[in-house]
């Protein structure tokens, strides 16, 4: 439990960062592979729907011109929210403060999970069902941390650039370096005559990444072709695991974060107001008892 609660710390080490960003792309690729059979659309594909936009700008095909807005506000907004959530951590000092977009994410993934087939019938200003902003905020609200968590070094809803880093590691590996070779422009060797090695590191994380989009794309379309939405709930389980377990010890550790949820909690009428408040008032209030 221990090693859980390491993942989504406020002070980051390259193990912890690897074995996190190894988890959300297999989520990523579940998510993205599986919704695709569903809804015939790439969710986390943020290039295509911005060039959706513009072919629909030019077509002046009004559908496509929404459907494309739709997915990109969607998946803006999970990354803002998801970068308040951090920020906010960071600045109340919570010992865990990536646990907060995480744990959103599964909650958001459980009534999915569950209901997911009644969102397809709910349509919205975008002429997409409810399923497709869904699905577009939450891939933002991941990639928005791991972007957070690694300082951009790690992505885990799209491959491009990973895929990219993992053929520059490539070519270093596979570059065939000339000895005793001096530079052309200069009679010495110069320092841009360095022999060119590549990262093992950076090739096993980028590899890795690429390896398990794909292994979480395979286990989310075969759950989604044969089991359906529910398939989604072993996934919601992860995220609360890596999650809930470090947001709990946060509520217990800090104020303000125990504060701000019965705030919300105010606000959606999940409890009343605090009567403990007033009963504290009532009792300041009240004259002391005579001897």
């Keep these: ?31 993205n592979a ?12 943020m290039t295509g729907f911005t060039s959706q936009l513009a072919d629909a ?20 907004g999970g990354a803002a929210v998801s970068a308040m959530q951090i920020n906010w951590g960071r600045q109340h000092r919570l010992r865990h403060p990536y646990a907060l977009p995480l744990l ?3 909650a958001l993934m459980l009534p999915f999970g569950l ?3 009644i969102t397809l019938g709910w349509h919205t200003p975008f002429a997409v069902p409810l399923t497709v902003l869904l699905l577009s905020f939450m891939m933002g609200l991941q990639n928005a941390l791991a972007s957070k968590l690694t300082g951009g070094r790690v992505r885990t809803t799209h491959m491009t650039g990973n895929l990219t880093d993992l053929g520059i590691e490539l070519g270093k590996m596979l570059y065939w370096n000339r000895r005793g070779r001096a530079s052309s422009s200069s ?28 292994a979480g794309g395979l286990a989310g379309a075969a759950g989604f072709k044969w089991l ?64």
């Design 228 to 291: 359906g939405f529910i398939c989604v709930l072993p996934l919601a389980a992860l995220l609360l695991a890596l999650s809930l377990p470090p947001f709990l010890d946060d509520m217990r550790r800090s104020r303000e974060l125990r504060e701000r949820l019965q705030g919300l909690a105010v606000r959606l009428h999940l409890r009343p107001q605090a009567a403990s408040h007033d009963h504290d008032k009532a009792q300041s209030a009240a004259p002391p008892a005579s001897p």
């Design 1 to 31: 439990m221990r090693r859980l609660r390491l993942l989504t710390g406020r002070h980051r080490q390259a193990a912890s960062d690897r074995t996190l960003g190894l988890l959300l792309a297999f989520n990523a690729g579940a998510l």
């Design 115 to 117: 209901m997911g087939a």
């Design 187 to 214: 009679t010495t060797t110069t320092a841009a005559a360095a022999p060119v090695r590549h990262n093992s590191q950076r090739l096993r994380l980028f590899g890795g990444l690429v390896l398990m989009f794909v």
């Design 57 to 76: 700008l030019v077509l002046g095909n009004a559908t496509l011109l929404l459907n494309a807005m739709g997915a990109i506000l969607a998946f803006v």
């Design 104 to 106: 959103l994410e599964a």
């Design 34 to 45: 599986g919704g695709f059979l569903v809804l015939h659309m790439y969710t986390s594909h």
